[in-house]
């Protein structure tokens, strides 16, 4: 029988192969918030955040605004994170207020910028109604003072929110929407007289992928068909307000209607209890997904 001792000399041994490592695998947190909305990090605090955490890819989705993403990109680039181009808009329908995510747009692309333009100035008009209602419930706290805050990013219900808190009117921020600001309650004004179709119109002719962003808050599962046939491609799946029961319940959505799964934290900084960055995070196939399709349905 032949032996199976080694009989490579010593000095000429094989060199000994290494098992190659498996790829780390890269995360995405697709649903973040600045100072040029609702947030309170600054582009370059939020990029540095996102970088320390070890999530490698991040999109900006700041409410009708997207300035900060020139700011953000050559820090994202520096640190090595990937920065996806996006943005958070308001519509509404049926006196429901919905939010459309929309990624990898032309943020150039003027039909756009115009639409932003006149949403940011509705914006403004909306803080002084909201304040004319709140007083009429003796609240008193002014619209330039929210504005103040919001300096030079879009104004929304977050700011209002800080400032019932800074003068006492409710414990925290979230006190401040279920009694105030939430549809119903006496401060609350729509964020958009569009509907979903026209928001998600003006995300396609801008290259973007729309994404009806969290869910939950929509408490219509039938609209989301009607959205698809208007042109929705995705739906945020993963949200820091989606329990587990429910992320399945959007998963089974998402596959029946043959979406886009997305996902993010939906981080505000210190302007929102809790949700993190990095709380909720996704595959980067689903990033990859954007992508796929972009290249085969955008028109830009």
């Given at each position: 029988?032949?032996?199976t001792?080694n009989?490579t000399?010593q ?6 192969r290494?098992?190659?490592h ?15 909305s ?13 970088h320390?955490t070890g ?5 900006i989705t700041?409410?009708d605004n997207?300035d900060?993403i ?9 640190l090595g994170?990937e920065?996806?181009r ?6 509404s329908?049926e006196?429901i207020?919905?939010?459309?995510l929309?990624f990898l747009?032309d943020i ?8 932003l333009?006149t949403?940011?100035?509705?914006r403004?008009?909306r803080?002084h109604?909201?304040?004319?209602q ?9 619209a ?10 879009t ?9 019932l808190l800074?003068h006492?009117?409710?414990s925290a ?8 600001l ?19 119109k ?6 973007g ?5 969290h ?5 219509k599962?039938?609209?989301?068909e009607?959205?698809?046939?208007q042109g ?10 989606h ?15 043959r979406l ?6 939906d ?5 929102k209890e809790g949700a993190?960055v ?16 972009k290249?085969?349905?955008a028109?830009?």
């Amino acid at each position: 029988m032949p032996s199976t001792r080694n009989t490579t000399p010593q000095n000429h041994r094989r060199p000994r192969r290494h098992r190659a490592h498996p790829m780390t695998e890269r995360f995405a947190d697709l649903h973040l918030h600045t100072t040029f909305s609702d947030g309170t990090d600054t582009p370059r605090q939020l990029v540095e955040l996102v970088h320390q955490t070890g999530i490698s890819t991040m999109a900006i989705t700041d409410h009708d605004n997207t300035d900060a993403i020139a700011i953000a990109e050559p820090i994202a680039k520096q640190l090595g994170v990937e920065l996806i181009r996006g943005i958070e808009m308001s519509a509404s329908i049926e006196d429901i207020e919905v939010h459309l995510l929309g990624f990898l747009m032309d943020i150039s692309y003027a039909g756009l910028q115009a639409h932003l333009a006149t949403q940011q100035q509705r914006r403004v008009q909306r803080v002084h109604q909201m304040i004319k209602q709140l007083q009429q419930v003796g609240v008193n706290i002014s619209a330039e003072e929210v504005l103040q805050l919001a300096g030079e990013g879009t104004v929304g219900r977050p700011h209002v929110a800080r400032t019932l808190l800074k003068h006492g009117y409710v414990s925290a921020t979230a006190e401040a929407f279920t009694k105030y600001l939430s549809p119903g309650k006496p401060g609350f004004v729509s964020g958009s007289q569009h509907t979903p179709e026209y928001i998600i119109k003006v995300i396609r002719e801008a290259g973007g992928v729309p994404v009806l962003a969290h869910p939950v808050y929509l408490r219509k599962d039938a609209l989301i068909e009607q959205f698809v046939s208007q042109g929705l491609a995705g739906l945020e799946v993963y949200h820091s307000g989606h329990p587990p029961d429910l992320v399945q319940h959007y998963e089974r959505i998402a596959d029946r209607l043959r979406l886009l799964k997305t996902g993010g934290s939906d981080y505000h900084g210190n302007a929102k209890e809790g949700a993190p960055v990095g709380s909720v995070k996704v595959s980067y196939q689903l990033v990859e997904g954007l992508r796929a399709w972009k290249a085969s349905h955008a028109s830009r």
